[in-house]
């Protein structure tokens, strides 16, 4: 299996090449890309130190913050498989994903404490439990492990294209949720097409506001700002918060974000969208679900030719089709327009429908649609059936 380079050297190049120039803020506090690393870093030298390695997964339950950030990096630098949790499940779903994982670690957020002993209870792999914040009496303090860790410095592990680098769990609409399994090499291509095709010409100018959970698409988003040295901003808010989210943008002039079709819905319905400047964005990225042509027209309306949709699956990783600007317009009858459509294929991507036979489908022909490509995953996590179908 050919080796191919290792996610977390995304931050360790970028933290050489602009190592001064801030990586992230959250409120008043602002990491530089050399302090990213740095702790980075540090949390790897701290789990080597409690017996993870390469290959072991790490769960994390986890609003937005920084330490979660951290835990992705020091994951993808050992070669670990890192396991990011949406923070609205409840306990037992939280021990579904425990136990179907096999995660050795856990990072958790403060007030998740009943999601940890659910956990524990049901995964007899679970050795290291980690708070963020006031840890329990066994527990370590993530804080302390990189604060105790700090100044250590790592090679990222060597790994092959198919080594696993996150286990992106799926929503579970059809049953439990399935860990779709999301390379190294996977997600190579994922960050490069991401470049090309949603956000192309981004670079260390760039500003990116974070307005949806880091556990899914607004995880997927940060790899490439990270490429590129874009400062990403996290919103201190623990809900939503819409005046927030435009103050940040006219104060940091952020020029793109990440969001789904309800999150750009409230935001240009909102009346902070006439309050503060917004001209500096380029991109405004929604996908998950369809948007109504009408709220379409409001979003361009208000914000301009800055809209770009995608459709991709977690199994896809965001990279099945994509609407681009010159795609969004007002105008019906404009010939650029790709209305009621996913738009066009990403590039390096293919797309087709087939009959119940196996049988490709011509123009109009309606059947099961399929896609093929370097994006598209491995195989989900322990369920061979669910990769087979």
């Known amino acids: 299996m050919a080796h191919v380079a290792n996610l977390g050297r995304l931050l360790s190049d970028t933290a050489r090449l602009h190592g001064a120039r801030p990586g992230l803020r959250q409120g008043e506090r602002v990491w530089t890309w050399r302090q990213l690393d740095d702790r980075a870093n ?199 918060d819409v005046e927030e989210c435009w103050r940040l943008v006219a104060q940091h002039r952020v020029t793109n974000m990440f969001t789904v079709p309800t999150i750009l819905k409230m935001m240009v319905e909102h009346p902070a969208v006439d309050r503060h400047d917004h001209s500096s964005l380029r991109y405004v990225v929604y996908a998950g679900a369809p948007m109504y042509r009408e709220d379409q027209k409001l979003a361009l309306n208000k914000l301009g030719q800055v809209l770009v949709q995608f459709f991709g699956l977690g199994e896809v990783t965001c990279n099945i089709t994509v609407m681009t600007p010159s795609m969004h317009t007002v105008d019906d009858d404009d010939p650029e327009a790709r209305i009621g459509t996913c738009g066009i294929p990403r590039t390096g991507m293919e797309i087709a429908a087939f009959d119940a036979a196996g049988r490709r489908l011509g123009p109009g022909e309606q059947g099961e649609l399929c896609t093929r490509g370097p994006a598209v995953f491995a195989g989900y996590h322990n369920n061979p059936q669910a990769t087979a179908e």
């Open 42 to 240: 540090a949390l790897v030298a701290a789990l080597a130190e409690l017996g993870v390695g390469k290959g072991d997964r790490i769960l994390v339950m986890s609003r937005n913050c920084p330490q979660m950030l951290d835990s992705m990096w020091a994951a993808f630098k050992m070669g670990a498989v890192w396991v990011p949790a949406n923070y609205r499940l409840t306990p037992p779903e939280m021990a579904w994903l425990g136990e179907d994982s096999g995660a050795r670690v856990m990072v958790y957020d403060h007030g998740f404490n009943e999601h940890v002993d659910a956990v524990k209870a049901a995964s007899p792999a679970l050795q290291t439990v980690i708070a963020i914040g006031a840890a329990r009496p066994g527990e370590h303090g993530f804080d302390d492990l990189v604060d105790a860790h700090m100044g250590a410095s790592f090679d990222e592990a060597s790994v092959a294209y198919d080594d696993p680098a996150w286990f992106f769990y799926t929503s579970g609409t059809t049953g439990r949720s399935k860990g779709a399994v999301l390379t190294h090499g996977q997600m190579t291509f994922v960050v490069n097409n991401q470049l090309a095709d949603i956000m192309p010409g981004t670079t260390c100018e760039d500003v990116s506001l974070v307005v949806a959970p880091l556990s899914h698409g607004a995880g997927v988003q940060l790899l490439p700002q990270a490429s590129r040295g874009a400062m990403s901003i996290l919103p201190t808010s623990t809900r939503f």
